[in-house]
Structure formats: C-alpha cells, structure tokens
C-alpha cells in the first residue's frame, strides 16, 4: 500500500489513496448497489467493523422526537456509573411533570402519580420501555434542577461525544423549534451506550413496564419478531414525522439503523426491517490496512528523523455490497509538521475512508514510534525550511 505525507505548515496535511477494486464490475450485485429506502433520512452503520453501509441525509439535522430521551438516559446512566444517583434514590412527581409529561399531555407518559416518589430505576424504565414524558422531566429536575438547566448538560455531553449537529432543548423529545439531532449522531449515540454501559444496556430490550397499574408493551417494534433485536427507540411527532434507532446484533455483527420522517409507524417498521436485511447479507469485508501497517507518514519538525510512520489501532477493514465496483479512497489528515520529542501512541491525525461518495471507515491514527529531538544541525535545517515555506506562503498569498 503507498504511503505519501505531505510536509505542510500549520495547515490540514492529507494524503489520497485510491483502493483498487479489481474484478468487482464482473460481479456486480445490481441487488446490493442499487438499494434504496423510502425513508426521507436513512443511516445505517455496522458498528463490528465500523462501517457506514448506507447514508441518506444523515448529517441533515431533524426533529429527533423520543429519541432524544438517548441523551436523558445516558446522563442518567453516567451519573449512576458516578456514583451521584443511585437505583433506589427516588424523586418526586411534580406538578410541571405530570401536567407536561404525564396524563393530561395526551402523550406518552409513565403514568405516575401526582406528588408520588418514583425510584431512578423506575423511572429510566419508564423512559427506555414506555417513552414517558412525565419520567424523563422527572430525572432531568432530579438531576440538574430543572429541565433547562438539564438541557444545558445534555449539550455539554453531546460536544464530549462528538455530536456536533445535535442541540438539545428539552429531556424528552417534545417538539422545539431548535431540538435538532442527525441520524449520525443519533446512531453514534446508540452505540456509545451500547458499548459504555454493557450492564443498563439491556434494559432498552425489556418488552414491558408496568406502573400504576398500567401496563405497557415496549414501543420498539423490531423487538417482537426481529432475530437479534435488543434496542432501542422510536419517536414521532407531528413537524418530524415517525422515527426509529433500532441495534440488532446477529451472527457476531451489531448493526445500527435510524429512520426519520417516515408517513406511518407501518413503514418506519418496514423500512427498518428492509434496511436491516440488506445490511445483514449483502455485504462482504475487504481490508484496506492490516494491523500495525503502516497508513501513511507524517512530517517532523526538530526530531532526529524528519518523518513519523501512522498506524491505526487495529486492521482497517470497511463492508462493501457484494459486487460493488465504488472507488474506495482514503485520506489521511493531521495538522503538520509535528514538532518533536513525539511519543509513540500519541494521537496524530485521523483516517477516513469514502466508499464512492459515502464516508464509511473514520478511526484514530497515532505515532508508531519515538521520535526524539534532533541535534542542533538538524533543528536548523528545519527551522530553515520553515522560514522558506512561510515566505513563499507570503508570496502566494499576494499573487
């Protein structure tokens, strides 16, 4: 595999590499390339392999609806991990949450009763199983105050988990003129719980929750008859339409599905379920990098060797549709030159890799060895080649 870097200053560095797709036009899959979905915005995301297998909108930001009760529960589930909630600590049922979330909403709700004390563990319940709007408003007062003041955390969360076109307004999803969320960033949020929190997990695949009396069915309907399926919402509301993130893991692949803006909860269960199938068979590994290999190399400055070799943490591989003849290209950025002494395993820059005009490999790059400071000599032949560049960027600039 050719391994080029690109000795910028203070700029994007990047490196292009055109993957080979040798024989695939004779075995083309007009089944597996020419799939579509009518979901308006669809994303679909093998989380094993970290491939994106189908993108439709997914960067649009959209009315998330109950889906953004994702980032209610992962604040919930952190501070549970903390050690600042625990299960049995209860909270009570306010005015404001019944009114606003509860019965008299005439949305979905827990059904708690008014001035009731409600355990955490109940309550995310009635959150993850029954969507309640009165036991979302109820964690996020508990926890931060107020729903506002809890809107502002579930922000401050995003950015550390890199939703960055998600804005939350409120902890369950009703309707807000600024509550915004991407099916990427949705999808990335599904499985960051998955993976972060592989005990409460599994609450999102309970099919039931009885409270007050009243019991109510999981609303997720893959739940029921779809092999695999352990999570994890839906939503609906009347600007955003019907909505889904859906994880199903089978045969030793978990993949990822959101839908949004879908006209009916029939066809966002069918969508899903189409989307789904193809995912689990119409596709084939190929590896673009073997572990430890060499992604490209990155240019030092005042170090003893003038260029770093990149490495990803593991194999880099990407799931292509069986058949498919898409150009693969990888590009590899960092803001370069580095300056020496560098660590091996430092964090350097970033490989993505586009699958036709899909992005669908995107992983971390790091130093694969030492690289200490040079002598004098070679400091100063480097703090010359320095001083040339930024004087023939000066003079480019007023060309």
């Not at 979901?39 to 009315?63: C, F, H, N, R």
């Not at 409270?211 to 352990?230: E, F, H, M, T, V």
């Not at 339409?241 to 994880?247: D, E, K, N, Q």
């Given at each position: 595999?050719?391994?080029?870097?690109?000795?910028?200053?203070?700029?994007?560095?990047?490196?292009?590499?055109?993957?080979?797709?040798?024989?695939?036009?004779?075995?083309?899959?007009?089944?597996?390339?020419?799939?579509?979905?009518?979901?308006?915005?669809?994303?679909?995301?093998?989380?094993?392999?970290?491939?994106?297998?189908?993108?439709?909108?997914?960067?649009?930001?959209?009315?998330?609806?109950?889906m953004a009760t994702l980032m209610t529960v992962e604040l919930v589930f952190?501070?549970?991990?903390?050690?600042?909630?625990?299960?049995?600590?209860?909270?009570?049922?306010?005015?404001?949450?019944?009114?606003?979330?509860?019965?008299?909403?005439?949305?979905?709700?827990?059904?708690?009763?008014?001035?009731?004390?409600?355990?955490?563990?109940?309550?995310?319940?009635?959150?993850?199983?029954?969507?309640?709007?009165?036991?979302?408003?109820?964690?996020?007062?508990?926890?931060?105050?107020?729903e506002p003041a809890f809107a502002e955390l579930m922000n401050a969360r995003?950015?550390?988990?890199?939703?960055?076109?998600?804005?939350?307004?409120?902890?369950?999803?009703?309707?807000?003129?600024?509550?915004?969320?991407?099916?990427?960033?949705?999808?990335?949020?599904?499985?960051?719980?998955?993976?972060?929190?592989?005990?409460?997990?599994?609450?999102?695949?309970?099919?039931?929750?009885?409270?007050?009396?009243?019991?109510?069915?999981?609303?997720?309907?893959?739940?029921?008859?779809?092999?695999?399926?352990?999570?994890?919402?839906?939503?609906?509301?009347?600007?955003?339409?019907?909505?889904?993130?859906?994880?199903?893991?089978?045969?030793?692949?978990?993949?990822?599905?959101?839908?949004?803006?879908?006209?009916?909860?029939?066809?966002?269960?069918?969508?899903?379920?189409?989307?789904?199938?193809?995912?689990?068979?119409?596709?084939?590994?190929?590896?673009?990098?073997?572990?430890?290999?060499?992604?490209?190399?990155?240019?030092?400055?005042?170090?003893?060797?003038?260029?770093?070799?990149?490495?990803?943490?593991?194999?880099?591989?990407?799931?292509?549709?069986?058949?498919?003849?898409?150009?693969?290209?990888?590009?590899?950025?960092?803001?370069?030159?580095?300056?020496?002494?560098?660590?091996?395993?430092?964090?350097?820059?970033?490989?993505?890799?586009?699958?036709?005009?899909?992005?669908?490999?995107e992983t971390a790059l790091t130093a694969a060895e030492d690289v200490a400071?040079?002598?004098?000599?070679?400091?100063?032949?480097?703090?010359?080649?320095?001083?040339?560049?930024?004087?023939?960027?000066?003079?480019?600039?007023?060309?």
């Open positions: 595999m050719a391994r080029l870097a690109s000795p910028l200053k203070g700029v994007c560095a990047g490196l292009a590499l055109v993957v080979a797709a040798a024989g695939a036009a004779q075995a083309a899959s007009a089944a597996a390339k020419d799939f579509k979905t009518a979901a308006p915005i669809a994303y679909l995301y093998d989380v094993t392999s970290g491939s994106v297998l189908y993108a439709k909108q997914a960067d649009l930001p959209s009315p998330p609806a109950s952190q501070a549970l991990d903390d050690g600042r909630l625990k299960p049995d600590q209860t909270f009570k049922i306010t005015e404001d949450a019944w009114r606003r979330g509860g019965a008299p909403s005439r949305g979905s709700a827990m059904f708690a009763k008014l001035n009731s004390e409600v355990a955490v563990a109940d309550l995310l319940r009635g959150v993850i199983v029954q969507s309640g709007g009165d036991a979302a408003i109820t964690l996020a007062a508990g926890l931060a105050g107020s995003a950015r550390e988990l890199g939703l960055a076109r998600s804005t939350f307004r409120n902890a369950t999803g009703q309707p807000d003129p600024e509550q915004r969320m991407t099916a990427r960033d949705v999808a990335k949020l599904a499985e960051h719980l998955v993976r972060s929190y592989p005990d409460r997990y599994p609450t999102f695949r309970e099919p039931e929750f009885t409270w007050n009396k009243i019991s109510q069915r999981n609303r997720n309907p893959l739940l029921a008859d779809y092999a695999g399926a352990d999570g994890l919402k839906t939503g609906w509301t009347e600007d955003g339409g019907f909505s889904l993130v859906g994880s199903v893991f089978r045969d030793g692949r978990r993949l990822i599905v959101v839908l949004m803006g879908l006209e009916t909860a029939k066809a966002r269960s069918d969508e899903a379920r189409k989307l789904l199938d193809w995912g689990f068979t119409a596709f084939e590994e190929r590896q673009i990098f073997a572990a430890d290999e060499a992604v490209a190399e990155a240019r030092v400055f005042g170090g003893e060797r003038r260029y770093v070799p990149l490495v990803a943490s593991g194999p880099v591989a990407l799931l292509t549709p069986k058949g498919d003849d898409a150009r693969i290209v990888a590009r590899v950025t960092y803001d370069g030159p580095l300056q020496a002494p560098i660590a091996r395993g430092t964090r350097v820059g970033t490989l993505r890799v586009w699958r036709g005009e899909t992005l669908t490999v400071v040079g002598d004098l000599g070679r400091r100063a032949v480097d703090g010359a080649l320095e001083l040339v560049g930024d004087l023939f960027g000066q003079v480019a600039a007023k060309i």
